[in-house]
């Protein structure tokens, strides 16, 4: 017997919403989408995150796929095709951490818009359609596929929230074209942005475009994804909500839906050179809150004269310290004994990581006591969610909000003092920050003095309210609950003709 319309409508109902999530190839904005496709996962929704070869071979040997299936997660990861060549990129240049150089940057997000195609014929040959499309804020070539098949998007935006509704109302009086700084309004407090200082996204030259796409993909979107927590941004939420006009989801800090070893290490990146089994041993061997963790993120290179500095800085201040240098900062055999040389001195007392570390691994360890960071949203949020107070050294992008953010509004950060952004890549800074100054911020950030003391707990009593958010009850697991419910039943309607062929 056939089954009626009436089982058939019940069958569907009774189906997990089903979400398919774009991030965008960049770890800043990769690893929180994956984090959050595994929580909605968990949370019984069915997830299809799609990414290009390169980006899933990553995801799969860091177990993420085989975890999820272990788990009985709804969880895939969809590769996507992708044409580097067509804009003269080689075949591995799929994440921001394969770009050479800046000419790079431009090519590399015209080759990703061109993913476009294959995502609607994807999303086309979906039964029934998805429940909800998430998208990385910089994936508008998402948005006319979505609206042309009616399916609901929300737009996933990867920095704080400060940033988020800074960068809204600055562009909504067209603050970014102006070389000189200028208040922004709505701000809870004296924000000052300029296309030389704080500049945002896609502000480079050629980029016009791109941004003109992802802020008109905003406006026609469902409402945004973000990754922070009420206790943290709650007046920023409320502002970026009200001028968005639409509903703002924050979920975060998604970092801590990892919680054992294994899932902390395997974050992004390919391996770095010392285990994480290696990296915790050592970390074991110091004491609570004396180590100082040096990292600058995913894409921002250092170069050799701010190398030295840095290196030089370290080992005068005295302490522990734990300092990840990239591969791509390695590249000539003076740096290389340069860094041996260094090694050997403060054998011991430091550690180097080359190429990639397990950063939230290293982050939730007690012997880790304050973080020499370059602001991206992730690492600043991380440090946070695990009470860790940060020295900030921003370099461009959202960063220098960010460093606002955690030190004058927060009040668990310490600026090194850097004023003016670098070009995004390679750290071409005419004055490098001086070994010196380095030292003497370091031992400022790890001191015991009052103010030091101030930032610790200020920074513990966020980590405290950051697990609260996140556990049963709290406002970011409560948030996704509305958000799976919200979107149980919605999915795409339309059957229009082709969007991109
Ligand atoms: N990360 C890591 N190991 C590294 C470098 C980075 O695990 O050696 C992770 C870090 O935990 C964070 C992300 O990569 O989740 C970097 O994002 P962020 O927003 O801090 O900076 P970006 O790389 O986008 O500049």
């Known amino acids: ?19 398919v999530l774009v991030p965008l190839a960049a770890h800043g904005h990769l690893i929180p989408m994956v984090d959050l496709a595994r929580l909605l996962a968990s949370r019984g929704a069915r997830v299809s995150l799609l990414t290009t070869s390169l980006n899933a071979r990553r995801l799969r040997d860091g177990g993420v796929t085989d975890k999820a299936a272990r788990a009985k997660l709804l969880l895939e990861v969809v590769e996507l095709p992708y044409s580097p ?29 061109d993913l476009a195609g294959p995502f609607e014929a994807y999303v086309r040959a979906l039964v029934p359609l998805p429940s909800c499309i998430i998208s990385d804020w910089c994936n508008s ?42 208040v922004v309004p709505g701000m809870s407090m004296c924000v000052k942005v300029g296309n030389r200082r704080a500049h945002g996204f896609f502000t480079s030259p050629g980029c016009n475009e791109l941004r003109q796409d992802a802020v008109a993909a905003m406006r026609t979107s469902h409402g945004a994804v973000i990754n922070t927590f009420l206790d943290l941004e709650e007046k920023s939420v409320a502002c970026y909500e009200a001028a968005l006009g639409k509903p703002v989801w924050a ?8 919680r054992d070893g294994d899932d902390m290490a395997s974050r992004g990146g390919d391996k770095g050179g010392v285990s994480e089994r290696a990296i915790v ?16 993120g995913s894409v921002a290179r250092k170069l050799p004269k701010q190398q030295f500095e840095i290196g030089h800085g370290l080992e005068h201040c005295g302490r522990p310290f734990l300092w990840v240098v990239k591969e791509s900062e390695l590249a000539s055999p003076e740096s290389r ?9 403060t054998s011991g007392r430091g550690l180097v990581v080359r190429g990639w570390a397990p950063q939230l691994a290293v982050l939730s360890h007690r012997s880790v006591g304050g973080f020499v960071t370059h602001c991206g949203w992730n690492s600043v949020l991380e440090s946070i969610a695990h009470g860790v107070p940060v020295l900030t050294w921003p370099h461009f ?10 030190v004058d509004v927060l009040g668990v950060g310490l600026r090194i003092g850097v004023t003016m952004p670098i070009m995004i890549l390679n750290d071409d800074a005419a004055a490098p920050v001086l070994r010196g100054d380095i030292a003497r911020a370091v031992s400022e950030l ?31 697991y409560e948030r996704l609950t509305q958000l799976i419910e919200s979107f149980r039943h919605a999915g795409g309607k339309e059957h229009c003709s082709g969007v991109t062929a």
């Open 251 to 258: 979920l975060g800090p998604l970092c801590l839906h990892n």
């Open 1 to 19: 017997m056939a089954p009626t319309q009436q089982a058939l409508a019940a069958a569907a109902m009774s189906e997990p919403p089903h979400f």
């Open 141 to 182: 070539w998402t948005a006319g596929v979505a609206a042309c098949l009616g399916i609901p998007r929300l737009f996933f935006q990867g920095p704080s929230c400060f940033f988020s509704l800074c960068d809204l109302n600055a562009a909504a009086h067209g603050l970014h074209e102006d070389r000189e700084p200028h």
């Open 337 to 345: 004994m340069w860094l041996e040389n260094l090694e050997a001195r």
């Open 281 to 296: 041993a050592w970390l074991d061997k110091q004491a609570p809150d004396s180590v100082v963790y040096v990292s600058f």
């Open 85 to 113: 060549a067509d804009y003269g990129l080689p075949p591995d240049c799929q994440n921001a951490d394969m770009i050479a150089n800046n000419a790079q940057m431009l090519p590399f997000f015209l080759a990703l818009r």
């Open 446 to 476: 790890m001191q015991g003095g009052e103010e030091a003391e101030e930032r610790r707990r200020k920074a513990k009593e966020y980590g405290a309210k950051a697990r609260r958010a996140m556990e049963k009850g709290g406002d970011s």
């Open 397 to 406: 992008a959202d960063q220098f909000l960010n460093e606002q953010l955690a």
